[in-house]
């Protein structure tokens, strides 16, 4: 069974920074695209940020800010976090595609972890 579990979220304030973590078990883990979306307050979940063997992804929202990327050995994804802003405040999701093609589709998506509150005050 595949399974994610993401960690790391807390309260931070605005200029702060946060890591979070994915741990992957259940499946080849460095065979699949890693994602990190995130669904604030009213709104839909979006895409983050993404990595695929060692090419990455970002969303225009955070790049230069964010940064992905993966410890195969540990199967972990990890999310890097700087300059965090209010607008950032979410619950971050970790999840993974076996057919990628678009970093944008939920439903390229096939599993995915409880998510981790992140929390930017001003």
């Known amino acids: 069974q595949v399974q994610l579990v993401e960690s790391g979220g807390g309260l931070v304030q605005a200029g702060g920074s946060l890591r979070l973590s994915c741990v992957v078990s259940?499946?080849?883990?460095?065979?699949?695209?890693m994602g990190w979306f995130r669904r604030a307050p009213g709104k839909e979940r979006e895409f983050v940020a993404g990595?695929?063997?060692?090419?990455?992804y970002y969303a225009d929202s955070v790049k230069g800010r964010f940064t992905i990327s993966r410890d195969n050995a540990k199967s972990t994804v990890y999310l890097q976090m700087n300059s965090l802003k209010p607008e950032d405040t979410a619950v971050y999701y970790c999840?993974?595609?076996?057919?990628?093609?678009?970093?944008?589709?939920?439903?390229?998506?096939?599993?995915w972890g409880q998510g981790t509150q992140v929390t930017v005050s001003s």
């Open positions: 999840a993974t595609s076996r057919t990628l093609t678009n970093w944008y589709s939920l439903r390229e998506f096939d599993y």
């Open positions: 990595i695929r063997w060692s090419s990455t």
């Open positions: 259940g499946r080849t883990f460095s065979s699949y695209a």
